[in-house]
């Protein structure tokens, strides 16, 4: 019989500040892998008048939101707590990865030179 890998089996590294470039790398795999990395390349948003969407859109608009709130779950476990401060009002995934990404990717290379 094959092994197979189960998602909820995969260790999620837990970014604690130090090495932004090598956890991001491995988050990235992990949010493709769960089809989820699109709300992270994406700015999420919800029109402002629901009313006029057919019904495709309803659905796909709902999954969107699903997607979105799954993510950003994950994002917000996957962070130490002082970190996780910087991030917990953000409603969209990517807004809450850009905030990593700015506060932390390339900031050892500053400290090397410093």
């Known amino acids: 019989m094959a092994n197979t890998i189960q998602p909820s089996s995969i ?4 970014f604690n500040g130090k090495n932004y470039d090598f956890w991001s790398t491995k988050m990235k795999i992990y949010f493709t892998f769960q089809d989820l990395w699109d ?6 948003s919800t029109p402002e008048d629901t009313s006029s969407l057919t019904s495709a859109q309803k659905k796909e608009l709902k999954e969107n939101k699903q997607k979105n709130s799954k993510t950003l779950f994950i994002l917000q476990q996957v962070v130490i707590d002082t970190i996780f401060l ?3 009002g953000a409603t969209t995934t990517k807004e809450a990865w850009t905030t990593v990404q700015e506060d932390f990717k390339g900031s050892e290379k500053v400290r090397a030179v410093k």
């Open 11 to 14: 260790p999620i590294p837990i």
């Open 39 to 44: 709300m992270i390349e994406e700015r999420f």
């Open 86 to 88: 910087r991030i917990m």
